[in-house]
């Protein structure tokens, strides 16, 4: 058990505890090419997150430490990193709901190349998203002259998938896009969604024809690991079997 009570606790202060990280490390710089696993102990509070964690560790203890993040509250999506085998969001991980009793794994979202420690090369991630063309289109590229309006009913159709924060914790997660990584991946999917559906776009041909490519939504085996991995509770497989009934009735 690496979790130590403290001293004891007075009335309104909150409770701390010893706890220790498993990091996954990789410095071809320092370290050469190989992987290593290194362990720190770091004494956190209860309403302490992963992310406050790794803070403490690379301002007291070493800062050469590397992860990305920036709004540190589940917005910007930066942050994403397999915490005990599972992809979650640093911040938004209490370390008390991560059974702190033993030592918490932290290793790099999985399928994307490892450049330093937990920060992973993203840009395959991205190359997919452009290819669906996350953008309102209109035919012939001819500006709307007007408002163009939406029922509620037609803004719900795709509330669901405008929820995305890029964090490509679906898509690293996903048993098909870790074979070659060639799969658009569920995110990039969840993006089409997103326009496919709204009414006021165009492109959705051309966006069906995209992900009707070997590598588009006809490899989703429909594991789900993508919809309990999103940290925004996006019904990510529910998206995704949606653009696969639109492209074969071509109604959207
Ligand atoms: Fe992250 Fe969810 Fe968007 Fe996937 S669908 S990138 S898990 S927010
Ligand atoms: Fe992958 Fe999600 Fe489909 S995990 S196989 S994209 S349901
Ligand atoms: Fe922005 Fe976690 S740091 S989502």
């Known amino acids: 058990m690496t979790a130590v009570a403290e001293a004891p606790v007075e009335a309104g202060a909150v409770p701390s505890f010893t706890v220790t990280l498993r990091i996954a490390r990789f410095d071809p710089e320092s370290h050469g090419d190989e992987p290593y696993w290194q362990e720190f102990q770091v004494l956190a509070h209860g309403t302490d997150r992963v992310l406050d964690a790794l803070h403490k560790i690379k301002w007291d203890q070493d800062g050469s430490l590397t992860f990305r993040r920036s709004c540190a509250h589940g917005v910007c999506g930066s942050d994403a990193m397999r915490i005990n085998g599972r992809n979650r969001l640093a911040c938004k991980t209490l370390l008390k709901d991560v059974n702190p009793d033993k030592p918490i794994t932290v290793e790099p979202i999985k399928g994307l190349p490892v450049l330093k420690d937990l920060v992973v090369d993203m840009e395959p991630f991205f190359a997919s998203y452009r290819e669906v063309m996350p953008f309102l289109i209109t035919e012939d590229g001819k500006h709307p ?11 719900a159709r795709f509330d669901d998938t405008t929820k995305c924060i ?4 679906c898509t690293s997660s996903c048993p098909v896009f870790w074979t070659d990584g060639q799969y658009f991946g569920p995110a990039a ?11 006021r776009d165009e492109g959705a041909t051309q966006r069906l024809e995209i992900l009707n490519d070997k590598e588009g939504v006809w490899r989703c085996r429909t594991t789900f690991n993508c919809t309990e991995a999103c ?6 497989t529910k998206a995704i079997q949606e653009v696969k009934r639109a492209m074969i009735s071509r109604a959207f």
């Open 145 to 155: 002259s007007k408002e163009r309006l939406q029922s509620a009913e037609q803004r």
């Open 231 to 236: 940290p925004r509770g996006i019904e990510v």
């Open 166 to 169: 890029l964090c490509a914790a």
């Open 189 to 199: 999917i969840v993006n089409a969604h997103r326009f496919i559906f709204d009414s």
